[in-house]
């Protein structure tokens, strides 16, 4: 019983630990990225929705957030541009 329990604790040790450096890793690389004196967002292939801004998109464009679509947030659009094929 003794081992059993051991071995529950070191899993779930194991998996704290493991999220605590994912979450570390994924708040020095959002330090990273707001220090860019660039503009900086990602967005959802699927459905242009906007997934991160980085701190000089958000002082540059204040109405864009998290979860609105790019076309909506930096050009106030309601539908995607036409895409052109070649």
């Not at 630990?17 to 330090?31: C, G, I, K, S, Y």
């Not at 701190?55 to 076309?71: E, I, N």
């Amino acid at each position: 019983m003794l081992s059993l329990i051991a071995q529950l604790l070191t899993t779930f040790l194991l998996k704290k630990r493991d999220a605590d450096h994912r979450e570390q890793t994924m708040v020095q690389l959002n330090t990273i990225l707001d220090m860019q004196d660039a503009y900086i967002y990602a967005i959802q292939k699927d459905n242009y929705e906007l997934l991160y801004l980085n701190q000089k998109t958000l002082r540059l464009d204040p109405p864009a957030r998290v979860g609105m679509t790019c076309h909506r947030a930096f050009f106030g659009r309601s539908t995607p541009p036409a895409r052109t094929v070649l």
